[in-house]
């Protein structure tokens, strides 16, 4: 019955910007622990950001670039992206969990228990 929905993807040139949404629906966000992971093209899906009631976690290829935050009362969290770059090309998802982010784990895949279907982010001149 968990559903979460990801918006806000589309192309950008190098240095550019998007702010990406993470809607969730037929639950309570602030329950829940909300990350962020990207897929590229050949490679693994990666943990890029989460957060959950107390912190936040990044991974080191955005940290200072992109900032993760939620709005419990709009049920959403979002993912401000600067200054992207050609690397950070990936169909983004967000993902939940009920358990509490652990620093040694929150970047892979098997923690999380609920996933959007993801969108295109394209960084590209």
């Known amino acids: 019955q968990v559903q979460l929905v990801e918006s806000g993807g589309g192309l950008v040139q190098p240095g550019g910007s998007l702010k990406l949404s993470c809607a969730a629906s037929r639950f309570t966000l602030d329950y829940y622990a909300i990350g962020w992971f990207r897929q590229a093209p050949g490679k693994e899906r990666e943990g890029v950001s989460c957060i959950s009631s107390s912190r936040t976690y990044y991974a080191d290829s955005v940290k200072g670039r992109f900032t993760i935050s939620r709005d419990n009362a709009k049920n959403t969290v979002y993912l401000q992206m600067n200054s992207l770059k050609p690397e950070d090309t990936a169909v983004y998802y967000c993902?939940?969990?009920?358990?509490?982010?652990?620093?040694?784990?929150?970047?892979?895949?098997?923690?999380?228990?609920?996933w959007g279907q993801g969108t295109q982010v394209t960084v590209s001149s």
């Open positions: 993902a939940a969990s009920r358990d509490r982010p652990r620093p040694d784990s929150w970047h892979m895949i098997y923690p999380w228990n609920y």
